[in-house]
């Protein structure tokens, strides 16, 4: 077989191995963003290096050792947003945001998050904007050895990029100041009302800043602690730096001439990243999530054509690495099954199973009563998890031009990780036992009977709950609902009786002291929250990127022993975060948003970069 021909194979042999299916993606909310690490990338490695590695008939050692900074910038802000809020986001233009409204406010959108769960007014209404953005700067070490002394085509390979991350969320909210804000009803939270001035300011206060209402009466109000977004403020960034992984590989290429060569490897990855707390949404990554990986790769080029003296020449390479990430330990907040998107950030009660004040519904004795403290579902679900990934695949396409020293390449790079496989690691029987939190909605938790002591102390805690409370309703303050502050749609509603001195009298209770309607309250209380209602899919991702990227270059060719190289590259990944089919209305009409279900998401980040690769050769 004459060279021409051996090329022709070679070739078509590796556009049909580059040859890869792309899977549609739909969405939903995730709890957790997990980009590409910065070190698992073959066309920031292989650029600049056609002519410097993989070379034939060396019978001696040889590399080269190189150092490439390089910024990053992400862009398609609104996929980002979409990835992390899902349906809860309202537009699908390059403006995402949010929408919050309180349980007796005007006109409350279908997906307005319900701002009582907030320590916000009852009335309270206002919109948030997020351009997300992550920024990068990196300086990636390598080194490359040929041991053609020892055996020919033997090489190894290491690097590690220092990197330098900057993730912001940039939330900026618009509250709507036309409205005189509410406090609370006496019930609602605690026995007494609560005026507007101890409620949160803004949403972002809660979201940001650990801001919670004051209660009062010995009623606790835990601040959101975990899955908050960056604050205090708009301009708010989350940085780290970090080495991102220690990369090594290991390869022969036993199939090799002057004009071809191919050959496998095997690789590694030792974990020097950051590990995910949970304690941001959109928390800095420094690697691969300080993950463990053990695979392998092939690397292969052709000559496609070359001057007959040798000073010019094309080049095809094509590169692919696969990996395993293996089991490590991280903590991350999860949604509830079958509250959607989000449903971290509804509020939570505590309940007791040591009854007081004689609370019965329907002459039944509850079987557990309102504790006096509230929680964001988020504090009760930030679990230690084991999470690993069965495959991370890398290919990149770059074809290489070069005269005269001067060398230009122009590529194609595709990475998949597949979809995490996540498993709780911890004991959470302290707080996810079945027993101590369920939702509260917006069930009032206080009845008041005319029996008990002079007001304000003739209160009786209830067992109200409302296990089909979502993130943007309860149950009770719906369109229409007369006496809402009765408790008409709880779990399981009975006319509520009990006694305020804690004996044994069957006392009405009602819903204010007023005195006016008797209450409900739930025989029995449900939804209490378990391990079992924790949505790992909530936090599950997988990744898929599409990079084009090119690299001048000039190599000091005249140098022999020891021949410097410098060159400048450019790229631009973009992200398959998104694919939706349009959300079609009950009037057959094409509604402006669009549905998107899926358990795995894709999500990483789109981004621009630029680099400089400078290095030395040697022989």
Not at 111 to 125: Q, R
Not at 203 to 232: E, H, I, M, N
Not at 370 to 379: K, T
Request: glycine share 8%; proline share 4%; charged share 20%.
């Amino acid at each position: 077989m004459n060279q021409f021909k051996k090329r022709k194979l070679i070739l078509a042999a590796l556009l049909g191995i580059a040859t890869v299916a792309v899977a549609d993606s739909s969405k939903r909310g995730t709890t957790y963003f997990s980009p590409r690490s910065q070190s698992f990338d073959s066309a920031r490695d292989y650029a600049g290096l056609s002519h410097e590695i993989n070379l034939y008939d060396m019978c001696q050692l040889y590399g080269t050792f190189y150092i490439v900074p390089e910024y990053t910038r992400s862009f398609r802000d609104e996929r980002i947003a979409r990835c992390l809020f899902g349906q809860s986001i309202n537009c699908d233009c390059d403006c995402p945001t949010i929408s919050i409204s309180g349980s007796q406010a005007a006109n409350r959108g279908a997906k307005d998050w319900l701002a009582d769960y907030f320590g916000l007014p009852t009335n309270y209404k206002s919109v948030i904007t997020f351009e997300p953005r992550v920024d990068q700067f990196l300086v990636d070490f390598g080194l490359y050895l040929g041991l053609d002394e020892w055996v020919e085509g033997l090489y190894f390979w290491v690097h590690a990029p220092v990197v330098h991350t900057r993730w912001r969320l940039n939330p900026c909210e618009q509250v709507d100041t036309s409205i005189t804000r509410n406090g609370y009803d006496e019930g609602y939270f605690s026995p007494n009302a609560v005026e507007e001035q101890n409620l949160v300011g803004k949403a972002l206060d809660f979201f940001q800043s650990k801001a919670a209402p004051t209660l009062g009466d010995d009623v606790a109000f835990t601040p959101l602690c975990y899955s908050r977004w960056a604050g205090p403020d708009c301009d708010r960034r989350l940085t780290d730096t970090r080495v991102a992984d220690l990369r090594a590989i290991l390869g022969w290429n036993f199939f090799q001439d002057c004009d071809y060569h191919f050959g496998l490897n095997v690789q590694a990855a030792a974990p020097t990243g950051t590990t995910p707390k949970g304690e941001y949404l959109f928390e800095p990554i420094v690697g691969n999530g300080h993950h463990w990986e053990f695979g392998g790769g092939l690397s292969s080029h052709v000559t496609l054509w070359c001057s007959e003296d040798e000073d010019r020449s094309a080049l095809f390479y094509f590169i692919a690495n696969i990996s395993h990430l293996f089991g490590a330990k991280q903590c991350r907040t999860f949604d509830l099954k079958d509250r959607g998107a989000n449903s971290r950030y509804m509020l939570a009660e505590r309940m007791t199973q040591e009854v007081v004040k004689n609370l019965k519904g329907g002459g039944v004795v509850a079987t557990s009563q309102f504790n006096n403290a509230y929680s964001p579902v988020a504090n009760l679900t930030h679990l230690q998890v084991k999470a690993s990934s069965a495959v991370q695949v890398d290919l990149t396409a770059m074809f290489n031009y070069t005269s005269c020293g001067f060398g230009w390449d122009l590529g194609y790079n595709f990475w998949y990780r597949s979809c995490e496989k996540l498993t709780i690691d911890c004991d959470c029987s302290n707080q996810l036992d079945g027993k101590t939190w369920t939702l509260k909605g917006d069930a009032h938790v206080f009845g008041f009977d005319q029996g008990g002591a002079v007001a304000p102390a003739n209160f009786v805690p209830l067992s109200a709950t409302q296990s089909k409370a979502t993130l943007t309703s309860g149950t009770n303050f719906v369109d229409g609902q007369v006496n809402p502050q009765t408790n008409p749609n709880i779990d399981n509603p009975q006319l509520a009786t009990g006694d305020s001195n804690n004996t044994n009298n069957d006392n009405a209770l009602f819903a204010t002291r007023a005195f006016t309607n008797q209450t409900n309250t739930s025989i029995q209380p449900a939804g209490f929250l378990t391990l079992q209602d924790v949505d790992c899919d909530s936090s599950r991702t997988r990744g898929l990127s599409h990079k084009l990227f090119t690299n001048l270059s000039y190599t000091w060719v005249e140098c022999e022993d020891w021949a410097p190289y410098f060159g400048i590259g450019a790229k631009v990944e973009f992200s398959q975060n998104k694919s939706c089919r349009t959300n079609v209305c009950p009037d057959d009409s094409v509604c402006d948003s669009k549905i998107c279900d899926d358990s795995c998401p894709p999500c990483n980040l789109s981004e621009w970069g630029i680099w400089i690769k400078g290095g030395l050769t040697f022989n």
